[in-house]
């Protein structure tokens, strides 16, 4: 099962943030002249979106390999947290995507979204087009050291105004064979009003 989640688990994350930015500019425009508040848009967005599965529309989320570092901003870009259940097995995650989409990344956890109980990382991508002359993905591997894949852990979970706040620790490599594996940390803070 986890084998399945590793390899096609990522493209439904991919896909969910792919969808989710295409509904939020594609409604933007839907909306355009039916209202000129940003906030009436994203809960009108937020509503045609599955129940447990939120397109956030305050926040941050901060991804911090190495080298560099990655924020998006859901003023600006499309970030949502899913809850996903496959054959009986619960998962929940975050996927974003820059509003040039250029970047986009993908992040799950087996079990559900509980606050104070770290959940393994099952799923993580990092894409990256940023120009015409390559593209970069960025994919999970287990660590050979400690034999995992990360943890990610929520702080609040559907607290007040907060839908999801936490951080997360993982490992990605770029490329298939013999790439160094890049430790990326990351912390998010979203809300919905």
């Not at 500019?25 to 848009?41: L, M, P, R, S, W």
């Not at 499309?78 to 986009?104: D, E, P, Q, R, W």
């Not at 593209?135 to 607290?159: C, P, W």
Request: aromatic share 10%.
């Amino acid at each position: 099962m986890l084998r399945w989640f590793l390899r096609y688990g990522l493209v439904f994350l991919a896909l969910g943030s792919f969808l989710a930015s295409c509904q939020k500019d594609e409604n933007v425009q839907d909306f355009k002249g039916a209202t000129q508040n940003g906030a009436d848009t994203a809960q009108k967005i937020a509503e045609q979106l599955p129940t447990n599965n939120f397109l956030v529309s305050k926040g941050t989320l901060v991804i911090k390999l190495p080298d560099t570092s990655y924020t998006f901003d859901a003023a600006l870009d499309s970030i949502a947290f899913v809850n996903l259940n496959n054959s009986g097995k619960a998962y929940y995650g975050i996927t974003a995507i820059n509003k040039a989409h250029t970047v986009s990344f993908g992040i799950s956890s087996a079990g559900g979204p509980v606050a104070g109980m770290p959940g393994v990382v099952s799923g993580c991508q990092l894409l990256l087009h940023p120009s015409e002359t390559g593209n970069s993905a960025y994919t999970l591997i287990r660590n050979v050291a400690t034999h995992d894949f990360g943890l990610m852990s929520l702080e609040k979970y559907k607290q007040d105004t907060v839908m999801a706040k936490g951080t997360f620790h993982t490992y990605l490599a770029n490329g298939l064979q013999n790439s160094p594996m890049n430790i990326v940390d990351g912390s998010f803070e979203l809300k919905l009003k």
